[in-house]
């Protein structure tokens, strides 16, 4: 995951000092740590109202905001749905492994609820949480998959999440081998999308109910404008006290 994104800021010719990473917690979230840009290691769960902030205060930077399957959809679920609503102009990518990897493989979010262990004997009998349907049911402006394990599509895949208006989401299927060795077998299973992206959320909803979470590619580009954009031109019909209420940050 660290190449594919170091490969798109290249390929977008992003210089390190306009660049912001910002994470929660878990395995996947120390990854501002080991990219030469500015970072931000938040708390758990609350990574993407920090993203939020920081592109609503200078949105000259680029904000990329990463996490887990943990991170974002449990304890961070609420961010989630509203960071979608907003669509401010950030770039989400969750690297799902469907475990908690780093707190020694209890259920996430994302887990089969057949899945046995010794921590959930039996599986959890839950339904699993879709983020890519609740992406698109909550807003986001481009969905998309991609598999951790092609460095080269994925970086293609989030330089254009990157370059895309308003609020971008990428699921990365990223295998935890430590705790989900099943896992090894995702390789075999991921595969392209077998028609074109859509500009049609009802489309885009049948084909995302439908697909078995292997299949990767931009799945959705909307084309609503980014919050930032709405409330400058706003601004500029009813004065500064107007862009001052605009840009405070709330649910």
């Not at 979608?84 to 990897?101: A, F, H, K, Q, S």
């Not at 259920?107 to 057949?114: F, G, I, L, V």
């Not at 839950?126 to 080269?152: C, E, K, Q, T």
Request: glycine share 12%; net charge positive.
């Amino acid at each position: 995951m660290l190449l594919a994104l170091t490969k798109a800021f290249a390929a977008l010719g992003l210089r390190p000092e306009q660049v912001v990473v910002v994470s929660g917690i878990g395995c996947s979230s120390r990854i501002p740590a080991y990219t030469n840009c500015y970072g931000f290691h938040g708390i758990h769960g609350r990574a993407l109202p920090l993203a939020t902030g920081v592109k609503v205060a200078r949105p000259d930077l680029t904000v990329i905001c990463a996490g887990g399957d943990g991170d974002g959809f449990s304890i961070g679920g609420n961010h989630f749905l509203h960071a979608c609503r907003r669509n401010v102009d950030i770039t989400y990518l969750v690297m799902d492994n469907e475990v908690y990897g780093m707190t020694k493989g209890q259920p996430s979010p994302t887990t089969d609820p057949t899945w046995d262990s010794a921590l959930s004997p039996g599986g959890t009998g839950m339904s699993p949480f879709h983020p890519l349907v609740i992406a698109l049911a909550s807003g986001a402006n481009f969905i998309a998959r991609a598999f951790a394990g092609d460095p080269n599509t994925t970086a293609k895949m989030l330089a254009d999440a990157i370059r895309h208006p308003g609020f971008s989401f990428v699921q990365i299927l990223s295998p935890c081998v430590t705790f989900r060795p099943d896992q090894k077998t995702w390789k075999d299973r991921v595969r392209p999308a077998p028609v074109l992206e859509t500009d049609d959320a009802g489309r885009a909803a049948r084909r995302l109910m439908t697909d078995d979470g292997f299949v990767c590619g931009v799945l959705y580009r909307g084309h609503r404008e980014p919050y930032r954009h709405a409330v400058r031109a706003g601004a500029a019909e009813h004065g500064p006290d107007f862009l001052e209420a605009g840009f405070r940050v709330g649910p």
